[in-house]
């Protein structure tokens, strides 16, 4: 899908689409792009674990303990899903809406979003140890990641684009890394996690073409990343391998 900028603009004379070749950062590296990717890995991953946990268990023995770990991840998932389009409808919408005309389908699918996370939560709040009730719950997350990625391909197609002919990187960067910072701890370590689970790619790509100092690393993002496997990956993990995870014992 291609978008001709100009059919809109807001006032072209004022704010001309004109800033497209001032951007250096490919467009698959922007971090709006970058945070859909988080959130892609994040929910496929526990719908594939699911099904690889649903081939295990018996039908009327569902662990309690993979019906926590369904939980937690969701609660955090949830944190992490709401943040991002509140950023988008309180952040970007905003202040792009000043030089061109927001997409209206990114409203209508933000509205078909939270239709079917509800779905979700329901079927999540019902899971038990009845095997029926953890496929309904897959089924429900595979409804809800095609409502989301339909949400995604729209935005990269037309406001991202959008944003890159109106506003130059300088005017953008201080926006994104504000969102960054006000996520939920989780977030920033999802998309870290999702360029690739080492940091390596982040380190490499992220931080080097926006002039991070490599110190920055293990000030502020090494242990997020850290928290982000242990909160969240290993709850995936541990679905999938239909083994319950060690309990910790004493302080460490």
Known sequence: MTIE???HAVDTETYPADKASKWDIPLESDQWILSH?????????????L???ICKVDDDNVPQWAINNIKEWWTSHVAHATDHCKSEE???KPMFSERFKWPAEIDELHDA?????DKVQTAIDRLN???STLVTVRDALSTYEATMLKHFEVEETTALPLMRAYFTPEEISPVQRKILEDAPENAMGALIFAMSPDGA?????FMTVRSIPSFVWYLAFKGRLASYKKDVVAKVEAIESGKEPAKKSGWF
Do not use: H, M, W
């Open 37 to 49: 990717n988080a959130l892609r890995c994040e929910i496929n991953s526990l719908i594939q674990a």
């Open 5 to 7: 900028p100009k059919e």
């Open 201 to 205: 790619k982040f380190r490499s790509d």
């Open 90 to 92: 309180t952040v970007y």
């Open 129 to 131: 140890a009845e095997k």
């Open 113 to 117: 979003l939270n239709s079917v996370k």
């Open 51 to 53: 099904g690889t946990f």
